[in-house]
């Protein structure tokens, strides 16, 4: 089995790393977004699947990594993606700590609740202050340099779905490994002790808040990286990042694909990206497809389609 | 004999209701001390006071001569005091190996290593076979908690909160809805297990007159958040009014839910 995963790991990069060779540049700007949803998802469920606390206001994060990323390359001229990705991580870590401290004493609707409270405070944030926000319009994003190189000589798309589609796919791939390190580590196996019973887990001496706290800011960091990439890709910070039901958007994926599984929430990323854009080309009525197609996943796939998967896996072995 | 853990005048109220009222108890090093008395006694709030859960509304809480009255679960954990529960407390979706080692990386101060695989430590290991083969559980560790029999439930239970190398350990009624037949095995477990892992004192509350009689070296009566009585088996149960007062109601009590 373990074996199965880390060759299902490699296809799956070798297939990410090989698709700009086969799909068009329209297909690589579509992944690209899955990729930075993939990131943030690895944060998400840190604090969802492992830790059992379900944030309705994790967009939050994913908008200030991408108005970070706006606003150091808009504002402050900040050019170098490596330091754009630390700056707007770290001013994640930094909006989270006050909220985590506050909603972390809380668990299951509670805790959801006080985390959405959050995310409209800080959407309402971006309009009420538009001379550092831009209200409506958002912010402009610049180009970054990757490793001090510019790539002057390539235009937008070129860029978009050549050296930085490779670099955002390489971050997948290391932050991803990191992820996988910390559920299995000490730390980990605590997270996990607190979300199945935490009066238990404390009398084990698990310091349930204080772990709570260091989950929340490590997947504010994650959603933040994956805000910055989403707003290179569009080249702009939209307040639309930071409303509710792009929050619920992440739930969604989650879902989607399974948050009891590690890497149920990427599949789950991949799917909804290209499921949205599909319906959306499709139908106006592509809402509705969407809710149908979660409450099909919830009540008959609760597992979801990384569940799913195993199912197969399992029944085709057993022949 | 020096004494480690202690109450003086503990008193607990819950609104208007008297839970526990001037309850003074010192337990000493080598003891077993078992808590008994019906149910509603206040037992179980004895023990949440004991273990820093419940702050008392009066009087002292001490733990190798420090005040520890609400301190809370995780100092005390640190501190050296672990604790059983009285209706089973585990993590469903976690095997035997991982629940005990939740305590082993607490113990060794493991928690914040967030790069190193769990699995790979061969100190917390070996600890967690250690720990479970002590128990009997050798053989189930990479079964889930929640596919154990009730029997192995509680003894994951009580593994889990030795793992700890306590130096006090509390088990309230450890063997509830277990057979007759186990109850003996868990007692006899855990009594082997406390001297292997030099645990000072256990603190039992138990409902099982045999049980109570054959493994404490003093019981503590309580009737309605009162101490009744408190001494050694032989003058516990040689006195008719005692037994009458507790032995009696918790026989009565037995025979009505039967
Ligand atoms: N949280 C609480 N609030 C109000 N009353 C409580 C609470 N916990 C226990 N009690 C009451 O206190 C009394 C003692 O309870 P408990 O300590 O559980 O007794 P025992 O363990 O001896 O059966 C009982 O009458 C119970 O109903
Ligand atoms: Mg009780």
Not at chain 1, 15 to 38: D, E, G
Not at chain 1, 104 to 110: C, G, Q, S
Not at chain 1, 141 to 153: A, I
Not at chain 1, 288 to 316: A, K, S
């Amino acid at each position: 089995m373990k074996t199965a995963v880390g060759v299902f790991v490699l296809a799956a990069l070798a297939t990410l790393f090989a698709l700009p060779s086969v799909l068009s540049a329209y297909y690589i700007t579509l992944v690209l977004p899955a990729v930075a949803y993939a990131i943030a998802l690895l944060g998400f469920n840190l604090l969802f699947g492992y830790t059992g606390l379900l944030s309705f206001g994790h967009a939050l994060y994913v908008a200030v990594g991408a108005y970070g990323a706006a606003v150091l390359s808009s504002k402050l001229g900040i050019k170098s993606f490596e330091l754009v990705l630390l700056l707007s991580g770290a001013a994640a870590v930094a909006a989270a700590i006050p909220v985590a401290l506050l909603s972390v004493r809380y668990e299951k609707i509670f805790f959801g609740i006080l985390t959405l409270a959050f995310g409209m405070l800080f959407h309402s944030f971006l309009f009420k202050f538009y001379d550092i926000t831009g209200g409506d319009t958002g912010i402009r994003v610049l180009r970054p340099s990757l490793f001090g190189n510019e790539f002057k000589d390539l235009d937008k798309t070129a860029f978009l779905v050549g050296p930085f589609y490779y670099y955002c796919v390489g971050l997948l791939a290391i932050l991803g490994f990191v992820m996988w390190r910390i559920v299995h580590s000490p730390f980990g196996l605590h997270l996990v002790a607190s979300r199945e019973n935490r009066r238990k887990s404390e009398y084990l001496g698990v310091r349930v808040r204080f772990f709570r706290l260091i989950a929340f800011s490590i997947s504010a960091f994650y959603c933040a990286v994956g805000g910055a990439i989403l707003a290179i890709n569009t080249g702009q910070a939209d307040p639309e990042l930071a409303y509710w039901t792009h929050s619920g958007e992440l739930v969604f994926m989650a879902v989607l694909g399974g948050f009891a599984n590690f890497f149920g929430p990427l599949v789950g990323a991949f799917t909804f990206i290209f499921l949205k854009s599909e319906l959306m080309g499709l139908t106006q009525f592509w809402r509705f497809w969407l809710g149908l197609t979660l409450i099909v996943i919830v009540v008959l796939f609760p597992r979801g389609l990384v569940g799913v998967g195993q199912d197969l896996w399992t029944r085709l072995h057993k022949r | 004999m020096s004494t480690i853990l202690e109450t003086v005048g503990v008193g607990k109220m819950y609104g208007d209701f008297v839970a526990l009222d001037d309850v003074s108890l010192a337990i000493a090093e080598g003891e077993l001390v078992s808590i008994v008395g019906p149910n509603g006694a206040g037992k179980t709030t004895l023990v949440n006071v004991l273990t820093g859960l419940l702050k008392p509304t009066a009087g002292l809480v001490r733990f190798r001569g420090q005040d520890i009255a609400g301190i809370g679960p995780v100092m005390l954990a640190r501190r050296g005091m672990a604790r059983a529960f009285q209706l089973v407390h585990i993590f469903p979706a976690m095997t035997v190996r991982q629940t005990i080692a939740v305590a082993v990386v607490s113990q060794e101060g493991k928690g914040l290593r967030f790069f190193s695989a769990v699995d790979d430590d061969r100190g917390v290991r070996d600890r967690v076979r250690e720990v479970a083969s002590i128990f009997g559980l050798e053989r189930k560790l990479e079964t889930e908690a929640r596919y154990l029999s009730q029997g192995e439930k509680k003894l994951l239970d009580i593994a889990s909160a030795f793992a700890l190398q306590p130096e006090v350990i509390l088990l309230d009624e450890p063997t509830s809805g277990v057979s007759s037949a186990d109850k003996h095995g868990i007692m006899r477990n855990v009594v082997d297990a406390a001297k292997k892992a030099g645990v000072k004192a256990i603190i039992l509350v138990e409902h099982d007159m045999d049980l109570v009689a054959e493994y404490s070296t003093r019981i503590v009566a309580l009737t309605a958040g009162k101490v009744l009585a408190d001494r050694p088996p032989a003058a516990f149960f040689s006195d008719p009014e005692i037994v009458a007062a507790i032995v009696g109601k918790m026989v009565g009590r037995l025979a009505k839910e039967a």
